[in-house]
């Protein structure tokens, strides 16, 4: 995403309801572990309409309580609130290092970041404060869009969600969203100012919506994908917080800008029947083989399927709902899942090659690491470094393995060995790869893997090692760590020897999350004492 020394890293909150003890002690927490945020933003309703929390806001506003980080906040959703604000609708400083951004407009942040914001709900029973207006979304639009040189602001801050923006992508799990959530006011406002993120909050539910195009491929010239992310409510039972590093649009390289992730999706609110399709092919042989998730089954991937007189693409690769490894997807065996971040989640391993096997999985759909954008590639790295510190308490080292070949979205898996073997290792991998003809080779950053299948291989140490081919061995990676010069357990090899039952499997999913506890930066401080 950028030079990393351009980039700028936000923290966004859903709904705080006048938590804000809650809010702030849960923020300095954050701070400790990521002390380079540069701001919070909070994209729900800042206020409660309590007594209790109107006397806390008191404490913060004669200084009384100290706000530890600079934090903009959106217009009120509902009329009680609408006394903490006064009578300016244009933004100001409430008090120190609290600001109010206004009803919506934009604003620079860190870094030359291009913010802009549209508070209010498209409800036509809301008080003139409260509601979204065809007034002050058109002028939003109006004040970018007359620039000639505008193309696209870096973050859209919004109360509401746009109406269908679940539509080509992975729904929401809660049944409190459907499709149909959501304001067309908003549909025209994403459509007019291509954001690259797009956050809301309002229904206190946490969503990641696959990146959408904003193009139409082979029609119009090519521009940057929008991430939209709705968040939950602090107290509440979905994640209220959503931190990301970004680097202004306006420092990066236009390649580097209309660069498409691998789950991109078609614009939700593009209604062009002509726009391009997609369509999942599923063989009968496919449709009859028995999957599980967490295991290293045959996923057939079929090649892309151009065709240019029609204008279509035909993509006949597991779709996000259809896939085992999105956190969102309803196939999701979620009794295995064991820690959940921001932009990855931990799981145990179906039929496991031995105790603590692991697996690192994106939240949203991503085929290999290769692609992986900053945020999710550092969050993988935090995981890393705990399951070492976790595992180095029971002397012991893990290996690192990925194939990407004949699967839909990344799995990492994580399998830890005696530290005894640690002189050995190495050699151990590279001779066993170099029996069954794999020939592992140095790894360096800068090597273009993304479109070549792959299988690599990383040690305690941090050293990598990659295989290419346009095949390997689907088991490789198992058979590798059970050799004798490892684990010395060939019989564990399939992992069709190793099923449990899912009340075995929920029992060691328990005993392992209390185990990794201490270890685990997902959780509150108040929750691992």
Known sequence: MGDV???????????????????????EKILKKQPDIDALYCVGDFFGSSIKDKEL????????????????????????LVHFYGSSIEGYELCDNVFYLGI??????????????????????????????QQST?????????????????????????????????????????????SPLLVEVVKAL???????????????????????????????????????????????????????????????????????????????????????????????????????????????????????RIKSEKTPQECWFCLASSKVERHLVVSVGTHCYMALAKGPLCEDHVLIVPISHHRCGATLSDEVRNEIEVYKTALRRFQQERKKIIVIYERNYKQSHLQLQVIPIPDNRRSTLKQSIIEFCNENRVSLNEYSEDEAIKDSPYFLVEFPDGDRLIARSDSFPLNIGREMIASSTLLDCVNRADWRNCVQSVEEETACSSAFKEEFRRFDFTLNDDDSD
Not at 7 to 23: E, F, H, Q, T
Not at 157 to 173: I, N, R, Y
Not at 255 to 262: A, G, N, S
């Open 5 to 27: 020394n351009l980039s700028v890293k936000l923290l966004i909150v859903g709904d705080v309801d006048g938590k804000l003890v809650l809010l702030y002690n849960k923020v």
């Open 57 to 80: 806001w008191n404490e913060y506003s004669t200084g009384l309580r100290k706000v530890p980080i600079s934090t903009y906040i959106m217009g009120p959703t509902k009329p009680e």
């Open 104 to 133: 919506s407009g934009t604003w620079r942040g860190a870094g030359g970041l291009l913010i802009a914001y549209c508070s209010g709900v498209d409800d036509i029973s809301a008080t003139e404060r409260c509601r979204l207006s």
């Open 138 to 182: 058109s002028n939003l639009i109006g004040n970018l869009t007359c620039d000639p040189i505008f193309n696209g602001v870096d973050l859209l801050l919004t109360s509401e969600w746009p109406k269908g923006v679940a539509k080509f992508a992975t729904p929401p799990t809660s049944s409190e969203v459907s499709i149909a959530t959501g």
């Open 194 to 312: 291509l954001p690259r993120y797009h956050i809301a909050s309002h229904y206190g539910v946490f969503y990641e919506r696959q990146p959408y195009r904003n193009h139409k491929v082979l029609r119009e010239t090519a521009t940057h994908s929008t991430r939209f992310i709705a968040l939950g409510a602090i107290g509440g039972k979905d994640k209220p917080f959503y931190a990301f590093s970004i680097t202004p649009m306006s420092k990066l390289k236009r390649q580097e800008l209309c660069r498409q992730p691998d789950d991109v999706t078609e614009c939700p609110f593009n209604d062009d029947s002509t726009s391009l399709q997609i369509v999942t092919n599923q063989s009968e042989e496919s449709k009859g083989r028995m999957q599980y998730f967490f295991n290293e089954t045959d996923m057939k991937r079929s090649k892309d399927d151009h065709e240019k007189e029609s204008n279509k």
